[in-house]
């Protein structure tokens, strides 16, 4: 092979080449553009929707929230946008900053070091933006 990039630097860069092809804004896209489609849903809707309205024995939206940043911790930059979303929400729900970054570095055991510190640096762009609540 005589071309120097890995083959996934060329992937890349084809994968490009072709998104600027069917679409020149594409060449500029970014997912926090999409995330600004996506707004922050009220506290209270949350819980109607995925906290114990239907499950009063279930777990509350907070938590659901707190489980899926773990999991979205461990999908690592797959993940940069469902990441930021969901720290939002969290937020929203009533997790404090603590209890995201716990969430975060709980899961760094499984998701590797790696992961948890890019969840933590897109968790901390979205928590610098918000003032911490008292409870």
Known sequence: ?????????????????WAKAVNPALESFTPKGFEALVPTMPRDMMETVMGK???????DAKTKLLLTLGALTILGAQ???????????ALEAGATKQEIAE?????????????????????????????????
Request: no cysteine.
């Open 1 to 17: 092979m005589s071309d120097p990039t890995n083959p996934f630097e060329a992937m890349m860069a084809m994968g490009q080449e």
């Open 53 to 59: 309205t239907f499950n009063p024995e279930g777990l």
């Open 79 to 89: 993940a940069e946008a469902q990441i930021r979303m969901t720290v939002r929400h």
């Open 103 to 135: 969430t975060i570095a709980l899961v760094g055991v499984f998701g590797g070091i790696p992961a948890m510190t890019k969840a933590m640096e897109l968790a901390s762009s979205v928590m610098d933006d918000e003032p911490e609540e008292e409870e």
